[in-house]
């Protein structure tokens, strides 16, 4: 106890007759505090710019695909703000319910991922659809992006209105109104539980 009392009171000496040495030492102690902190915050940074560069690289905060039939799916919510980026547009195509008006359209979708990309030749009729992939020229081009933005906005986009999409070309107006009355505005929600 004593040996313990002795280096107590000898530090506390040493500290009062080098004041410069024991200002140094502080500011070495709090510089080192100070880049703790900084290097924690920075982690902390690059995970959440990780996090959302990823969700930029989906296009979305969700990616949805179609593994199964709507009608076998049991839970049923509605997301506000969730984001969605189509992976399969034949699936997705053929699994809109459409109107029970007929029509039909050949559809042009420009993707990097083969699932997505391709021309479709859509016809429907009270309700249903058939999909096929074909090589007819295309009455309405878009690229993925813009595609989900049709296909899960639920806002129901018109004729006249799809050229003013970003890469969307209208290349047969009569085609387009069909293409515009299979995708009307209708409410939205999510299907998938995680």
Known sequence: MRLLRFFI?????D?????????????CVATGVAAVVALRSLAFMVADELTSNLA?????DIKLTASRR??????RSIYNGVMGRVLDTETLLRKNSYPDVSGHFTLTVH???????????VAYANGHADVLRTDRPADVETDAPNLSRILLSGIGYT?????YLPNTRVLDT???????????RRSVHLMEHF
Do not use: K, Q, Y
């Not at 930029?56 to 979305?60: A, C, D, F, P, V």
């Open 111 to 121: 993707d990097a991922l083969p699932s997505c990309a391709g021309t479709f030749t």
């Open 159 to 163: 004729a006249e209105e799809l050229p």
């Open 56 to 60: 930029e690289m989906n296009r979305g």
């Open 174 to 184: 009569a085609r387009a109104a069909d293409f515009s009355r299979a995708f009307p």
């Open 9 to 13: 009171l000898h530090s506390l000496r």
């Open 70 to 75: 709507a009608d076998e799916i049991t839970e």
């Open 15 to 27: 500290m009062g007759r080098n004041r410069g040495r024991t200002a140094f030492a502080l500011v």
